[in-house]
């Protein structure tokens, strides 16, 4: 029988060091979700299971942390006017539906294989979205921009705007005319990656901007009004089947806050190159992480037979990554914050001294 259906969940012990480690990756997922807009999962989720948490107890608790910092991280930006409420609520409801489907899937593999092939699955699937989405970005990023009288959108969103498919909607705030039919695989997908991994924000950000055409600082700050309502609905899910921990909610609930903040205002200095820049370095760094993760899992599954000792090391080895992810992200962000910040400053006291 799996723990789902024991009724048995394993809550991990907390310590100071587990509490502190929670607080600091909190912190630097907020940072990074007020700056791209992604909740932050993709470093919180396999930040939880470095610690023992297991998968889905990980992604549980961090979709119901997500949905406040989300709602923070939104109402900031929607003052800077980044915000495109109605783009956010189109692609809410099919990712409310991706949603509920995959509290779903993800409790058939518990059930199925119980947590060890959970914790294969999510992180399997960290690799496979991390680096697919992450390597586009990346090259999106290092490729020499044409100089066109129109390159300011990618031509799959344009040639989709292009076509005339009813209903059309005008998104005002992103500047997007496009069929609704076209929104509904970008919401669904990142509803469904949210529920099953908690990482929603790798596939709604470069959606809306690949797919309908938003610019990165729209759809970074839209993806935070998704994540609210489509983190409201998983986390009542979750919560009934009791997946969540709430004090690791609390505990990095209680950074995050503090870092969604620092990150929403960092998007006003900063470049959308440098938004793509950030997410790609840390999706690359992260899916490396994972990927020696793997073999824990797979041995626990009894797929392949190793080493104790060896995979204690590979585990180790994972951890350090996942910390240099984190550190390299918010290195990035906050150098790239000051490094703006500094002309602007320069100005205000030039025109203060006049």
């Not at 009288?149 to 209903?167: M, T, V």
């Not at 496009?178 to 950000?205: C, D, E, H, N, R």
């Not at 909610?249 to 503090?258: N, W």
Request: proline share 3%; hydrophobic share 55%; aromatic share 8%.
């Amino acid at each position: 029988m799996t723990d789902i259906a024991q009724g048995v969940v394993n809550f991990i012990d907390l310590n100071v060091m587990n509490i502190s480690f929670l607080f600091i990756v909190g912190f630097i997922g907020g940072l990074v979700s007020g700056f791209i807009g992604s909740g932050g999962a993709f470093v919180l989720t396999p930040g939880m299971m470095s610690l023992g948490v297991p998968g889905t107890v990980a992604v549980a608790s961090n979709m119901c942390h997500k949905f406040p910092k989300a709602m923070v991280g939104a109402f900031k930006r929607f003052k800077y006017g980044q915000v495109d409420i109605k783009l956010g609520v189109v692609m809410a409801v099919s990712a409310g539906i991706g949603v509920q489907l995959g509290i779903k899937l993800q409790q058939w593999i518990l059930n199925t294989w119980g947590q060890a092939g959970s914790n294969l699955y999510v992180s399997l699937s960290f690799v496979a979205v991390l680096v697919i989405v992450g390597g586009y970005m990346f090259r999106d990023v290092i490729r020499p921009e044409k100089k066109t009288e129109d390159n300011s959108r990618p031509s799959l969103a344009k040639r989709l705007q292009a076509i005339h498919l009813p209903p059309m909607i005008y998104f005002k705030t992103a500047d997007v005319r496009i069929s609704l039919w076209f929104t509904v695989p970008v919401g669904f997908a990142t509803g469904m990656l949210a529920a099953t991994i908690a990482v929603g924000g790798f596939i709604g950000v470069p959606g809306m901007i690949y797919v309908i055409g938003a610019s990165g600082l729209v759809s970074s700050a839209t993806e935070l009004v998704i994540a609210f309502m489509m983190g409201l609905g998983g986390s009542i899910n979750w919560a009934i089947h009791g997946m969540v921990d709430i004090r690791l909610t609390l505990i990095i609930l209680g950074g995050s806050l503090l870092g969604v903040q620092l990150g929403a205002i960092g998007t006003t200095y900063v470049s959308e190159k440098m938004i793509k820049v950030v997410m790609a370095a840390i999706m690359l760094i992260v899916a490396v992480s994972r990927g020696f993760a793997l073999p824990k899992y797979l041995n626990e599954l009894q797929l392949i037979t190793m080493d104790p000792a060896i995979i204690g090391v590979l585990d180790t080895i994972s951890f350090i990554i996942m910390c240099l992810g984190l550190l390299t992200g918010a290195v990035i962000i906050l150098g790239s914050m000051w490094k703006a910040r500094r002309p602007a400053v320069q100005l205000q006291e030039g025109y203060e001294a006049v």
